[in-house]
């Protein structure tokens, strides 16, 4: 599914459709023949149906200015087909503990119609259980091919299990204050990661590191992220762990630690367990890859103190990649519970949700067709002392950025776990690639086998 982020951001914004009308089952009744000389009377009018009434199972706080709470309400006056009830079941934003207490609410037997999750693994590894309703029908339904009207679509099996109501797309974001005490300009698309790699040496100093690299599975390979189908299995499902990236990559962050002293310690990091973006914001890193909501982290001040203005650049690439603008496109979904009796109501909700809640929650919506810079203005105009809106717009706007056709499995979370592990025992242990490698393909053999019985 390789577009241009014109797709991409494309991808950012459309012109709000409104929201797709749903049959909710019911009719009005016919009102009764007048008699000969008489006239139908008021009270002989048909009443208007009743509305469809379902419920959103959601890890955003059940507040008024929550801004998913507020474009839920929104929805409620938009139209006279649905009604849908907010059900937060966490108010702390932690979407495991949400997810954990909507399985054990499921098992029990509540029917659920719409519920959100983080990330992308998460909501197949339920679709694999049977817990989530396929959307094709109703997209077809409704006249929709999901690939020519959402960036992203989110499918396992050639099904459509989820939509993304908005994006988060990795580039590399910068302290400019660091980078034009360094002397250096900002790298334009089609910088490599041995490029990164000098720009992080360039950029250390006795106060701060060149860059930061988390504990995350995305962060001992980022390029099987941004120039793979999958992570960590080919097409085959097999282990794709040969693939000359992953060589390349875990010698990479050796040597950047090891040699060039240009990053913090791996074992500094594990055992601080920071947020993925504390080191950036304090200062202690000059450059750091990562997903776009850094961008409103970054207006955080009270979470992240800091005063530099942010500056951003495309991810680097593979030093042979043929594709100068690959990324990475990813985010939770919204989706339909496969016991919903309010089936088209649900998808009528989720519907509008892809295509209006952008305006509450500020967030980059996964539609095509907008006008992205004009959508950073509007969300970020009064914050130009800390977000560089003209490189943030080139950065996420490039027509050249694209993603691989990819695919996702439901235990796609338990792949990213055995890399976790592999690259720490390279790095605590100071172990071979080829010994790591030989580990991780028997550790994803073993779960890929598992899946398939």
Partial sequence: MKRALAL?????????????????????????????????TATEKAEPSAKSKIKFYTFKANKPEEPTYQAVQEYNKSQDKVEVEYVSLVQNSDSVEFLSKLDVLIAGGEVVDVFMTGNEETLMERASRGVVEPLDSYLEAEGIKAEDEYFKVLKMDKKTYGLMNSVTQWFTVFNREHL????????????????????????????HYGTYFHTWGEYPNIVAYTERSNPQLGDDLKPIFDDPSFNYFFNLRRAMEKEDKSVEPYADVLAANYHVLQQFFAGNASMLAVPSYAVRAGLNLEKFPHSFQMVYAPLPRSVDAKDVGMTNISSGGLAM??????????????????MESYKFTQEIPNIKNVDGTALLNTFFSENKDLIDIDSLAKTLFDPRNKMPDSFSVPYGSELKKIVENGFASFMLDERSFEDVQKEMTAEVEKVVQANQK
Avoid: H
């Avoid at 950012?12 to 089952?25: R, Y």
């Avoid at 990661?193 to 950029?203: E, H, I, P, Q």
């Fill in 180 to 207: 034009e005490e360094a002397g250096l300009e900002l790298p334009e698309m089609g910088w490599t990661w041995d490029d990164f790699r000098t720009y992080a040496k360039k950029l250390t100093t006795k106060d």
């Fill in 8 to 40: 991409l951001i494309s991808l950012m914004i459309i012109v709000p459709l409104a929201a797709c009308g749903g049959n909710n089952g019911t009719e009005q009744p016919a009102s009764p023949s007048a008699a000969p000389g008489t006239s139908t």
């Fill in 337 to 354: 519970g496969a016991k919903s009796e309010n089936k088209d109501a649900a998808f009528d909700f989720m519907r509008w949700m892809t």
